[in-house]
């Protein structure tokens, strides 16, 4: 009589042992100095702060007006959308909440421009492409994200690139009345 085997009955190979458990917690890697090029936590590479507001319109129609202040370079753009569907106007292709329109888009070198206000001294958008999104409830707007793209047509000696792309790092909270 020959002594039963250790693998199973059906003749197929044993599995391998397994293998240890883990460690729960893994060693420390030991942080590079700061002054180590890539060393430290990522940090966008421009320095940006984004304001909104909106207001109603006159016409019975409203309006949200978002500015992007960045720094490296310099640039303060101006985005501009309604709910005016009234006007015959298309906007700028960029993707916006149901019945919202990006009416306009521009860029300047000026860093001091007003949210609300258009800078004469900026360079319009003549195409755009990405994403604006929101909450909305009843006339309240919160969570704001945004990621677009602006194309301009600067005079050759501008500060504005003519390229400018512009995005939330975190949603906004709430969109205010504009004063």
Known sequence: MTPPSEGPPDGTPEAPPAAPPAASTPPEAEAPPEDEPGSGPSVPSAAQVVSACREARPVGC????????????????????????????????????????????????N??????????????????????SWLEEGSSISAVQFAVQLQLSPEPDSA????????????????????
């Open 160 to 179: 504005v690139p003519a390229l400018v792309a512009v995005s939330t790092e975190e949603a906004l909270d709430s969109i205010t009345e504009c004063e």
């Open 111 to 132: 860093t001091t421009c007003t949210l609300t206000e258009y800078d004469p001294d900026s360079e319009p958008a003549l195409e755009g492409s990405g994403d604006i």
């Open 62 to 109: 409203d309006a949200v007006y978002i500015r992007v202040q960045k720094s490296a370079p310099d640039l303060c753009v101006q985005l501009v959308l309604d709910n005016c569907n009234e006007n015959s106007r298309v906007g700028l292709r960029v993707r916006t909440p149901f019945s919202w329109k990006l009416s306009s888009g521009s860029a300047s070198a």
